[in-house]
């Protein structure tokens, strides 16, 4: 019993004995005995070999590969990672480390996440970043805390383009925060920055690309912040960076961003990576573990977590945010997966997403009924509409092995947006397999 | 021990792990050579349009984003060495007091690896999702059934995601009441995110002290109890290991006043299968799948921090949630769902590995988990006593904390430089310094996966460790835990200079900003 205790009986009443106990319910005699329980409610062990034939069966009803090629992002990517990232990111020693407390062993992790850190920086053009937090959602979140706590204003005025489900995360935690959250809509797929009333705000959101896939002007976003007395906070994507500016360059306060594409699979969801980097004047209120390079005894070059008194084991109830455990595993091997891109690498794929977006537009609008939501220009994913309710083309087109899109309707009710359907198109997907997903979505909707 | 158990070898001693020598490892910048590559990408047959064909020229980036340029290979020497300057629980033991370092069974690693769960994207319709519904289905129940709760969100990330959506649970609750409490009760022994919790649930804490046994003083908590207060927040065993034996009369307290007891579950361990929150009287729980159902911490996340609750709280928890829908599994949001707590769905293929936990243990294997993790902190703490101080000498549940308070007066050797030393030892040093109402403490948690041999080994050496340190002091000597890691492959570090001239990235380190 227990496939993973290695105790014998023998070995257990030896301890027992030890401790001048008869029984291991005697370890118990503290807990009232009314509340005590005689087991779980729970199904008997089984075997690893049985486990893994009940994953198989129970397996075959998700759709994935060929029974539904991948056309939805949506902040969720169906990018190339390779087996030399899943080998190396898949280590034992970094997947069963913990948090480095104890750094003169834990240089491996540290270092990696010290790598990390520096490549997070450059993708945002910010000069430090956090050692990850949970998605991105998560990351906005801890960037209106820290941009509140900055200027002492809790409104933030969050563009429509940014992610809804992220716009929905912020506003589950403004109930305990207090933060107020208002809308900047859209005209033409972009942040109209000129409806934002005059006045003070703690934040001004945008996302770079937005949600629909469209490039947001980010000076007139730094304006619009500027005009609030805010502070900027740009949703980045890690990807389109590769061929588009950093939101650094644009005096953005905080970049965020969602890390999955940076080398993690699909996986219905999670784990993914919350991408977070600040000017160096945040510093103090960065949200997470930070590392840093110092040296040791000898004088040896190494790495800890640093500026540690910022974090809520230390600060407690005076802590600005409450992260502990984070994502470290999936910092880690977005740093794999940027080592093996590289330069040119992530630039290519950057590049060969806008190529196949723009093949794959143009040929679902090619398709009689089918329209724009907008002409703003694309480079990562576009919306279009269709005379068929989106819910019904993806459930329709599913049948056919592809998985459409996502439905535009959480966040957009009552805007231009609504019934959309939003397409995402990576270096993964080939000109035949956008000439079919095309011919398949024309015969669902005729 | 049985039989010739003295000389058999400890498995999860790590003093025999080579490596190759003290050079530190380059970053991988500094093997960068321009236009080396690993990369390769799929072959499409699309139009080669060009970036500026492609990007309007206001966005188009000018200069290009500069990455390490490495070929395959140096990428693997450059991590595989990375990886060798780590410590892990596959490498040995991890007596890490609070984190519940156990070993994580690889075959829940593999299961996440099979493409037909690891490559569903999370907006699939339930159609196309059944198996992965099914599985979170599956795991919600298991975990209201090991907690004693009608209903639970697999949404939160990590414990700490879990405490502040437990905290917005409870201030839903009070709100839908029509109430405002602001307060919230929280241990003095209690994990530093319980209070940072706290402050970002909107609410104000107010500490209670622990008594003389190391459990919550009741009678401060008579004294801190109103109208006002929304809840308290507590973990049983608490973070002395010790468990709350008056649990049921604090109960009745918390919830004479109107209050809700929210259950940290950083230390469910030790109690799986024998007593649940739920009969303590807890109405809202939160579960650290990587501590308790072993998914493996990965250096510091991904966990998943699931929340359960109370038949009372099930309309408010967040949504969509998986559910069973005729013979088959959708999703719905409880109508006064307080929201989404995470981008989709949580940490899924960490959900999944827990999943296989619980399949692989059975509700049996889960209370021999329990138990055992009892029996080895139990038969350590044991083996310490004259060594180290007991602050509270009563029997322990699934780690006990003994202080380095009178080794110190004696050697001038403190608690760090006992965890120091152990590393020499070979073993993972415990958790020191927390909790803060025990000085020097060390907080030791061997789990139930580490053998006897093991636990006897690591018993053995902070023996050792305390009583090498007594005769030094004795003759007068240097300490040599005061040097310790010698052994480890950097010592010491600077954490001072860390902080002061701070240098977070390798663009830092080129440039000093001062």
Known sequence: ?446 | MTGDASRRAPGGRAASAPLMGKATEPTIFEYSAPGRRAWSLRTTGLPEWSAEELVPAAHLRAEPLALPEVAERDLVGHFTRLSHRQYSVDLGAYPLGSCTMKYNPKVCDEAASLAAFRDVHPATPPVGAQGWLQVLVELEEALCEITGMAAATLQPAAGAAGELTGLLLMRAWHELAGERRTRVVVPESAHGTNPASVTLGGYTPVTVGTDARGLVDRAALAAVLGPDVAGIVLTNPNTLGLFEEEILEIAQMVHDVGGLLYYDGANLNPILGVVRPGDMGFDIVHLNLHKTFATPHGGGGPGAGPVAVSQRLVDLLPGPRPVRVGDGYGFATPPRSIGRIHSFHGNALVLLRAWCYIKLNGGEGLRRVAQVSVLNANWLHEKLRGAYDFPFDRPVMHECVVSAASLKRETGVRALDVAKRLLEEGFHAPTVYFPLVVEESLMIEPTETESPETVAALAEALVSIAAEARAHAAAGEHQPAHDAPRTTPVGRLDETRAARKLVATFDARERPAD
């Open chain 1, 1 to 446: 019993m227990g496939n993973f205790v290695p105790h014998t009986d023998a070995d257990i009443a030896a301890m027992l004995e030890f401790l001048g106990l008869a029984s291991l319910d005697e370890l118990y005699a503290v807990v009232p005995a009314a509340i005590r329980l005689a087991g779980l409610d729970l199904p008997g062990e089984i075997a690893e070999a049985d486990l893994v034939a009940e994953l198989d069966a129970i397996g075959a009803g998700n759709r994935v590969g060929s029974r539904a090629l991948c056309f939805a992002g949506g902040g969720a990517y169906d990018h190339e990672v390779p087996a030399v990232v899943r080998a190396l990111a898949g280590r034992s020693e970094f997947v069963t480390a913990y948090t480095p407390y104890q750094p003169e062993v834990a240089q491996g992790v540290l270092q990696a996440l010290f790598e990390y850190q520096t490549m997070v920086a450059r993708l945002s053009g910010l000069p430090i970043a956090n050692a990850s937090l949970y998605d991105g959602s998560a990351a906005l979140v801890e960037a209106t805390n820290l941009a509140v706590a900055t200027t002492g204003s809790p409104l933030i005025w969050c563009s429509q383009g940014v992610n809804p489900r992220w716009v929905e995360v912020l506003r589950t935690f403004a109930r305990g925060s207090g933060h107020a959250i208002a809308t900047i809509g859209l005209a033409g797929g972009v942040t109209s920055f000129d409806q934002v009333p005059a006045g003070r705000a703690g934040a001004v959101v945008v996302a770079y690309p937005n949600y629909l896939g469209a490039l947001e002007d980010l000076a007139a976003a730094r304006a619009a912040a500027d005009r609030l007395g805010a502070h900027l906070i740009v949703c980045q994507d890690p990807i389109a960076a590769g061929i588009l500016h950093s939101p650094g360059q644009f005096g953005t306060d905080v970049v965020c961003g969602e890390g999955q594409a940076l080398g993690n699979p699909l996986g219905f969801g999670g784990p993914y990576l919350g991408l977070f980097s600040c000017r160096a004047e945040h510093v103090r209120r960065l949200p997470g573990r930070l590392v840093g390079e110092t040296v040791d005894v000898a004088g040896r070059r190494a790495y800890v977590t640093t500026l540690r008194a910022r974090e809520q084991d230390i600060r407690r109830e005076k802590a600005s945010s409450n992260v502990c455990t984070n994502q470290t595993l999936i910092a880690v091997t977005a740093a794999i997966q940027l080592g093996w891109l590289g330069t040119e690498g992530l630039r290519q794929v950057a590049l060969r997403c806008a190529r196949g977006t723009r093949y794959c537009r143009a040929a679902l609008l090619s398709i009689p009924g089918v329209e724009p939501v907008s002409e703003a220009p694309v480079v990562r994913e576009f919306a279009v509409r269709a005379p068929l309710a989106p819910e019904l083309i993806v459930e329709r087109l599913l049948e056919k092995g592809f998985l459409a899109g996502i439905p535009l309707r959480e966040g957009f009710e009552g805007t231009d947006v609504e019934g959309g359907l939003l397409v995402a198109v990576t270096e993964r997907r080939t000109a035949a397999e956008i000439d079919g997903f095309a011919a398949a979505f024309a015969e669902v909707i005729r």
